[in-house]
Every structure is written in C-alpha cells, then in structure tokens.
C-alpha cells in the first residue's frame, strides 16, 4: 500500500526552527519528485516547495526562500523540509505529496495526511 506519513509538526515561537520529515513506504521514492504544500484555516492549499527525483532541483514559493530548505535521501525513503525563522502566517497543515515532476500545483499522485504547524508567542 502507497503511503506517505508526515512528522515534526508543532507549537513553537516566531523565529524558531521546525523540520519535517516526509517517510514514504510501499513505493520506491526514488522515481518521484517531492512536494511540500500547506494549507490554512479558510485559505486554499499552496504549494511551498518541491525537489525533483535526484535532489538535484528544487524550487521554493518566495514567501519560504531563505528560510525553508527541501531536502530527500532517497536510500531511507524520507524527504525534509527545514524551516527556519517561522512567521505567524506559516501556521497551517502541512502535507508532502510524491509525483511525476515538480510542480506548485496540487496535481500529485500521493499524499500525506499532513501535520499541524502553529507559530504563535
């Protein structure tokens, strides 16, 4: 059975770190580019960021570029995205999806659950 299962989510504070972790199982991830999305409360899903099947790609959405870095290791079937200096209004449910290509848009084979992520002090 495909899976993703997203982890690392939390409560922190305006300028802290989170990273989190994307682990796929049933499929090899090798084949497939990684996307981030989040989606807030009363807002419509965004894509954050995503790498392609090597990690030799990424690209991120400009409200993220400088704090959030993309990563995979392909060898554990995980994916990462670290978060630096959170902001308020990166609080949202935040989802990994695996795919075809890279893309911003929700057009990906699979999904996660996703895992809350709240900044607030």
């Known amino acids: 059975q495909l899976q993703l299962v997203e982890s690392g989510g939390g409560l922190v504070q305006p300028g802290e770190s989170l990273t989190l972790s994307c682990t796929v199982s049933g499929f090899t991830m090798d084949y497939y580019a990684i996307g981030w999305f989040r989606q807030a409360p009363g807002k419509e899903r965004e894509g954050v960021s995503c790498?392609?099947?090597?990690?030799?790609?990424?690209n991120y959405v400009d409200s993220v570029k400088g704090r959030f870095t993309i990563l995979r290791d392909n060898a554990k079937n995980t994916a990462y995205l670290q978060m630096n200096n959170l902001k308020p209004e990166d609080t949202a449910i935040y989802y990994c999806?695996?795919?075809?290509?890279?893309?911003?848009?929700?057009?990906?084979?699979?999904w996660g659950q996703g895992t809350q992520v709240t900044v607030s002090s």
């Open positions: 790498i392609s099947t090597n990690g030799g790609s990424s």
């Open positions: 999806a695996a795919g075809d290509y890279c893309t911003y848009l929700p057009r990906y084979d699979y």
